[in-house]
């Protein structure tokens, strides 16, 4: 089985006494790539040096997330900016608009977040969406930008059909799976059924929303063996095809080379 991780913070301090075991129980169960978003200016060589470490497991984005977008965003993104410029980065991520904890903020989290689509106009590199409470403004801010061409993924998708729909007519646009379709109350396993394979990936957004019968736990990649498990459920397909579709979706999202 092979599995692809994309979007785990497993360069958060959660992780610096047991790394090495980490990546061990993920590679035990096929997971082949881990994909590391950053935060903010602050995490930026957090993300470095663990990919400078394992390079063949980790592949890193740049961004600043919409939680952490202060007054001076300007500067901050300057700082992301010139990161983003060095090699090695495969995505803009995290970015997007959060507005289920400060909708206070929501006019810089707007414009921080369209001026990181413009990088990825620039680059032509995807984007990872954080759209908490927030997916008709995303969505806005896309179609604003340049909805042809930009594309990515929702990341944690949680919403209902009718948003998945929109994300869905945007034609560029996956949906991140994580450990909350595991949840007896999320409604993801409806909503899902209006949704075809080829339009998703899985994450973990490690350490957090740990899969059931994990909730509540330090989430890791070697837990996407129970969202695989859940996919299969819905879809009526084994788990070793879930886990291939939506790897090669993974890979062709973010040009992902595969191993020799």
Same mark, same amino acid.
């Given at each position: ?135 008709? @403004?995303? +969505?806005?801010? $896309? ?6 061409? !930009? #594309? ?9 059909i009718a948003e998945l729909e929109e994300i869905l007519e945007l034609e560029n646009f996956y949906i991140g799976i994580n450990g909350v379709v595991t949840f007896k109350k999320s409604g993801l396993t409806e909503t899902l059924e209006n949704c075809g394979l080829e ?40 788990? @070793?095809? +879930?886990?291939? $579709? ?6 062709? !999202? #973010? ?6």
């Amino acid at each position: 089985m092979r599995i692809v991780d994309t979007h785990a913070h497993l360069y958060l301090d959660a992780f610096d006494n047991d790394l090495d075991n980490v990546i061990a129980r993920a590679r035990a169960i096929g997971v082949e790539k881990v994909l590391l978003p950053n935060i903010d200016e602050t995490t930026v060589s957090d993300v470095r040096q663990t990919v400078d470490k394992y390079p063949s497991f980790f592949l890193p984005m740049m961004g600043l997330h919409p939680t952490n977008v202060r007054e001076d965003w300007e500067q901050q993104l300057e700082i992301i900016y010139n990161e983003l410029n060095r090699t090695g980065y495969i995505a803009i991520g995290e970015i997007g608009i959060d507005l289920y904890w400060d909708k206070s903020s929501k006019q810089r989290q707007v414009a921080a977040f369209e001026r990181q689509l413009g990088w990825s106009l620039e680059k032509k590199l995807p984007v990872a969406i954080h759209s908490r409470e927030a997916i008709p @403004e995303v +969505i806005q801010s $896309i179609r604003k930008t340049g909805k042809k061409n !930009l #594309f990515g993924v929702f990341h944690s998708f949680g919403g209902s059909i009718a948003e998945l729909e929109e994300i869905l007519e945007l034609e560029n646009f996956y949906i991140g799976i994580n450990g909350v379709v595991t949840f007896k109350k999320s409604g993801l396993t409806e909503t899902l059924e209006n949704c075809g394979l080829e339009k998703i990936i899985l994450e973990t957004d490690a350490p957090y929303l740990a899969p059931a019968p994990y909730r509540g736990k330090r989430n890791e990649p070697a837990y996407l063996k129970e969202i695989v498990k859940k996919l299969s459920a819905i879809y009526q397909k084994p788990e @070793e095809e +879930i886990a291939e $579709i939506t790897a090669a979706n993974a890979h062709r !999202l #973010f040009n992902i080379a595969y191993d020799q």
